[in-house]
């Protein structure tokens, strides 16, 4: 049985433990710990104007924050910024829908786009894709599957939401210039999985939600090589939201920069932090689902180039599944547990995806109650 530590603001017999969604609030305590170092005083006449940089295509960008994203990269190593147009939004959701939207209309064709991703996929991209039912695009389904001819558009996400796998292209053809890819990599950083090397490839997303736990800002950004992918991607968001708060800009440049000089720092290195603290809960969920007949995908380890050293993986999400022929999703309801539902990333009943990324108390509570079912399960043997 695991034991629950620190669960005083959660009553076990009444609370539901909502782990669907992927609130990063694991991260509070370092953050707390750091005290003013993230700090950020804006004045009444401060950041009143729509335009950031005119000079720059993207012109609602924040100058400080493209530094910081470049810096950040630069150190960590997960992606090359030289010789790309860097497009800001308000999170890597409306960057998405931004890159989805540039592709489809440069491909100049009069029928949809074809938009697909490998199952599991991250479930929100279905929601993307389809919400405003666009006429330029249309939403296909699983990449394993798919075989039509005409342009389409691969959406990857390397570690993969919600199995934590490493992922490249499904749909391989290489030699079709109407073969289009858009690659989120919103979990590759150091605390979550090895930087075996540094990306490059045409568009590649990030969030700063994922990054450093502060959802709450909505900031996102994309690297774009292709110069008039990136204006029209510009030209989306401008439409959307007439650009990206500037606020939330100057915030995450600060914050962007307080991680970039703390990651060399033996006490303060905030993926070191991160690290230990995912290691931990994986292996406190490993430990639960042992000997048991719920399942968990095992991970290659790899070189880690920050850290300099053979790391394993510790994904944002718990791919949790089930060896019994039933809907765990409902099975967990009912232990008022709440996961995101693998019908929903284009599996089946038999697997959910579960966020490892809230407070320490909540996914205390969940093992709890994961535990009890395995022991109920064995009873019932």
Known sequence: MVRVENTKNIAMSDSIVNLDHGDPTAYEEYWRKMGDRCTVTIRGCDLMSYFSDVNNLCWF???ELAEG???LHGAVGNAATEDRY???????TQLCQAAVHALSLLAGGTEPVSIVAAAPYYSTYVEETTYVRSGMYKWEGDAWRFDKKGPFIELVTSPNNPDGTIRETVVNRPDDDEAKVIHDFAYYWPHYTPITRCQDHDIMLFTFSKITGHAGSRIGWALVKDKEVAKKMVEYITVNSIGVSKESQVRTAKILKVLKETCTSETENFFEYGREMMKNRWEKLREVVKESD??????????CNFFGKTLESYPAFAWLGTKEETDLVNDL?????VCRAGERCGSDKKHVRVSMLSREDVFNVFLERLANMKLIKSIDL
Not at 294 to 303: A, H, M, Q, R, S
């Open 86 to 92: 860097i497009v800001v939004g308000t999170g890597s």
């Open 61 to 63: 960008l924040e100058p």
């Open 69 to 71: 994203i470049k810096e």
């Open 333 to 337: 309801r009912r232990q008022k547990v």
């Open 294 to 303: 719920f399942t968990l995908p095992k991970y290659p380890e790899g070189y």
